[in-house]
């Protein structure tokens, strides 16, 4: 008979897990047959000692065989989805969704709310007033068969097992290992049901995978699980040392987006959307080459046909379509606060820590510390400065978006969170290498 034990003593002594055993230790978790003080062994064993391919393969499929999958074949053309493993100001669905949409790439996607520091695009598209993420599976379909893109909230149980591992995973330090990460993102990714699959990894001090090298190997190992699944997958690293374009929290992050959209972006943000819409365009196949997406998705950018692929799916998503020129129809704070540059000479910004920018936010009441917590639409951090920025005494480093919510606490957080250098240093290039 299979015991835990066993496979706990054979992982501390880096030995391989057969197919059979991943299975059972994954089955028998979701049932409740094995207890969380075992699973939380044999979890920190995998971090210290690792898993080789095939046992990450394995439990991938054991974690996606745990719930339901998505079945999009009712979806004409080629369904693309695109996935982020996390970051602060990450709102990029919004932007590359809707441009790569305009294409008619099919875009149906199924979304996660924030956690922690990081946000989430179902929280970032609610603070459109009206928008609903929960609409039933047959107008799912029909709104991506129609127009090319719907953005939702998971309706099915989706890969239960990577709920409960993640839960245990956050409260047992064993989040940032590689084979626990990769399987955790791409089983979900697989059950979503999508014909190709194209990775944002984020690299850097505001994310899991803190260098380059880490998330390489993460991202070759997600790249090597979608191609054994004959689900083709590109991943690209980017940074993630500074927050992701200018504005952190939800109803700036999706005027930012829109922005983006009207060719108007930030200038890392735009950078990093025409490059993973470029990838998608060439990976399903409507761009022959990278050269070429990139002109279409620029196009798009400047012409509105993005702009007016996402004013589309806030119509048919019941939200107010009109917030989309009129940003004064977002949700506003009652108080709006500029931090200044304090400093008596000239100086440079040399680091931006993103984690920090986050919990600000945070902080706010931008994002949630648990599930449970409700957030606020309306606050969050406006960065007028950015690394490698040239900065003069009583200039706005950031402005402050707030409700009243510990806000002195967030503005230390955020001061803080900047570095100043009497050099210049560099702004490091957004996209870091793109592994297929
Ligand atoms: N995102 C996930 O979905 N899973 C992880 O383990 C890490 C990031």
Known sequence: MMRMIDLIEKKKKRENLTKEEIDFLVHNYVNKTIPDYQMSAFLMAVYFNGMNHDEIFDLTNAMLNSGETIDLSSIEGVKVDKHSTGGVGDKTSLVVGPLAASFGVKIAKMSGRGLGHTGGTLDKLESIPGFQIEISTEDFFKQVNEIGIAIIGQSKEVVPADKLLYALRDVTGTVDSIPLIASSIMSKKLASGTDYIVLDVKVGSGAFMKNVDEATILAKTMVELGKKA??????????????????????LEVIEAIDTLKGKGPKDFTELCIDLTTEILVIAGVAQNEEEGKEMVVSAMHDGRGLNK????VKWQHGDESAIDDYSLLPTAQEVIDLVFEG????????????????????????????????????????HKKVGDMLHPQDVLATIYTNGQKTEEAIQMVLDAYEMSSEKEDCPNIIIQTIK
């Open 230 to 251: 004959n689900r083709p997958t590109i991943a690209t690293l980017t940074n993630m040392e500074q927050p992701l374009g200018c504005a952190v929290g939800n109803a």
């Open 344 to 383: 008596n000479e000239t100086a440079f910004i040399s680091h931006i820590d993103a984690l920090q920018i986050g919990e600000a936010a945070m902080l706010l009441g931008a994002g949630r510390a648990t599930k449970e917590e409700k957030i606020d639409p309306a606050v969050g951090i406006y960065l």
């Open 310 to 313: 996402l004013k589309e799916m």
